[in-house]
């Protein structure tokens, strides 16, 4: 059977995968429990389509708005279901152990959303109301949230609006290795904790490969894509499991330790699922991941779709979305964006003729 995630009250604080001893965020991580019985989802209406732009091509307004948004999530107070810190301690209840399986009948497996087919679609949700959470901070139902587009050589960096600024910024964390977000340093894309000391345009022809490896050729079916079945009664799949999708295992794992902060003992922020969420940059790295998928979908390749086990499309979670509500949504409901009213700003795929 599916995965369920439980009623918000039965999570615990988190302490897998992570020092709980020198951490530099909390390890309490549980939603407010303003509610506890779940709405179903239901689809947005909105008449326009929020198109995500690529972060190092966005205009000076955008970015404004985009820092706006963030600044107004901030201000928020921490117990709001609405704040950065509870929109961060959400990644922190589902990946580091906050949760049992228990609503699916398995109360002493933990329930995680990482290394299996879960990954996806997790996140898509994730990012889903946490992007109309900001539009309507600012009071903008045309709000998308960037992404960080690693894929192309102009975007290998660090977007340059992380970084201004320093401290005043919304969109600055002071958790991050300095050696690779401040000096517009290319991204390694199969970054794993040491610096490969390859040129620029070595590092990009190597990410390209990766690139096309992780959406080609490691890619041709939907697990090797997705990553491995997980179904209620499964026990998590540890890290570097050869079941883990392409992408997962691939780029999105390396942009994390390519930016969490190498002197912290978890690698904070980014470096650890536990903090992740703590970075403004997690959100539009994961906005990528999230539309790596669409392209995959995209590249007309057959065997190119999503998991058609009932076990996939069944498996649900639960979010607060933008009027406070705690709604439950499942995997089959986010197969097809349109319907979840966003897309992305167009950009090359370089790496499609980069076959290594
Ligand atoms: Cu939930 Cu990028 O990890």
């Known amino acids: 059977s599916p995965i369920t995630t439980p009623d918000i009250s039965t999570c615990v604080p988190s302490k897998e995968g992570f ?5 530099a965020r909390s390890n309490e991580c549980c939603p407010p429990a303003m509610s506890t019985t779940p709405k ?3 689809f947005p209406k909105d008449t326009t389509i929020r198109v995500r732009p690529a972060a190092h091509r966005a205009s000076a307004e955008y970015v404004a708005k985009y820092k706006a948004a963030i600044q107004a999530m901030r201000d928020l107070p921490d117990e709001h279901p609405h704040s950065f810190v509870q929109q961060a301690k959400i990644h922190c209840a589902y990946c580091n152990g906050g949760y049992s ?16 087919w879960l990954f996806f679609p997790f996140h898509r949700w994730y990012l889903y109301f946490y992007e109309r959470i900001l539009g309507k901070l600012i009071d903008d139902p045309t709000f998308a949230l960037p992404y960080w587009n690693w894929d192309v050589p102009s975007g290998m960096g660090v977007p340059a609006f992380f970084e201004e600024d320093g401290k005043k910024n919304p969109a600055f964390d002071a958790f991050r290795n300095v050696n690779h977000v401040s000096a517009a340093a290319i991204v390694d894309l199969d970054y794993n904790g040491s610096d ?3 040129t620029c345009l070595q590092q990009i022809s190597t990410n390209l490969g990766a690139m096309y490896k992780q959406m080609v050729s490691n890619a041709a079916d939907p697990l090797s894509f997705f990553g491995g079945e997980f179904r209620a009664g499964d026990d998590p799949y540890g890290n570097g499991d050869p079941s883990i ?4 295992a691939g780029c999105h794992t390396a942009v994390h330790r390519w930016v969490g902060n190498p002197r912290m003992l978890n690698n904070e922020d980014m470096g650890n699922f536990y903090s992740a969420g703590y970075d403004p940059l997690f959100y539009v790295h994961h906005a990528n991941v999230d539309r790596m998928w669409k392209v995959w979908k995209d590249l007309g390749i057959p065997g190119h779709s999503e998991p058609t086990d009932p076990d996939w499309l069944n498996a649900s979670y639960v979010f607060y979305d933008e009027n ?11 197969v097809q964006i349109e319907n979840l009213k966003y897309d992305f700003e167009v950009s090359p795929l370089p790496w499609f003729s980069s076959r290594p």
Request: hydrophobic residues 30%.
């Open 19 to 23: 020092n709980t001893n020198d951490s």
């Open 40 to 42: 179903d989802f239901v």
């Open 101 to 116: 399986q228990i609503a699916s009948g398995f109360p002493d497996k933990t329930l995680q959303i990482h290394n299996s």
């Open 196 to 198: 490969s000391g390859a």
């Open 245 to 248: 999708g392409s992408i997962e």
């Open 324 to 334: 406070e509500e705690l709604v439950r949504v499942y995997n089959k409901d986010c």
